[in-house]
T-cell receptor
């Protein structure tokens, strides 16, 4: 079983729509969780950390479900500029390794 | 310069060549990383240096040889590579490796390597 799994998509949505997708992780001892964004042919950049209580940053909402071992990302009022690949990242404490998912591609169309 | 800079941005090499990738960070971080990104695959961690000490070698073939002379610079020396090594090589840094809250990565723009 992969350490971090994501639906590769693509999720094709119109501008203004809401889009949401999940990421599952295999190790129940995982400590911290992140969403990174990667634009085409660019480097990944931190979008947001994911906290136990869930957190929001503008139009982006991240949730953590430890019981079912998944995190989610919801994007409201999608913009064309939200088109990117969203990488789920999971960190197991006392390990130097951050485990990355393969990414979920979102395409927002006009 | 700010952030993490990588050179060269593009590299084409034959299987018998020797080349090096360079990474420099201007963030005052103490940990630096090499990742490999192949199409449609998750980022693969190759090496981690924490306070200049190598703390992770993720079963990487010896044709890849890292060097970390100080906390701000990281090199990846390449020798007798294979075509399947063609990929985007990403350097990253964080405040410290292995500590929750201090391990958020800042990536460089990457070096796209093609092995003929």
């Amino acid at each position: 079983r992969k350490e971090v799994e994501q639906d590769p998509g693509p999720f094709n949505v119109p501008e203004g729509a809401t889009v949401a997708f999940n990421c599952t992780y295999s190790n129940s001892a995982s400590q911290s969780f992140f969403w990174y964004r990667q634009d085409c042919r660019k480097e990944p950049k931190l979008l947001m950390s994911v906290y136990s209580s869930g957190n929001e940053d503008g139009r982006f909402t991240a949730q953590l479900n430890r019981a079912s071992q998944y995190i989610s990302l919801l994007i409201r009022d999608s913009k064309l500029s939200d088109s990117a690949t969203y990488l789920c990242v999971v960190y197991l404490s006392n390990d130097y390794k951050l485990s990355f998912g393969a990414g979920t591609t979102v395409t927002v169309r006009a | 310069e700010t952030g993490v800079t990588q050179t060269p941005r593009h590299l084409v090499m034959g299987m018998t060549n020797k080349k090096s990738l360079k990474c420099e960070q201007h963030l005052g971080h103490n940990a630096m990383y090499w990742y490999k990104q192949s199409a449609k695959k998750p980022l693969e961690l190759m090496f981690v240096y924490n306070f200049k000490e190598q703390t992770e070698n993720n079963s990487v073939p010896s044709r890849f040889s890292p060097e970390c002379p100080n906390s701000s610079h990281l090199f990846l020396h390449l020798h007798t590579l294979q075509p399947e090594d063609s990929a985007l090589y990403l350097c990253a840094s964080s405040q410290v490796a292995g500590i929750t809250g201090a391990n958020v990565l800042t990536f460089g723009a990457g070096s796209r390597l093609t092995v003929l």
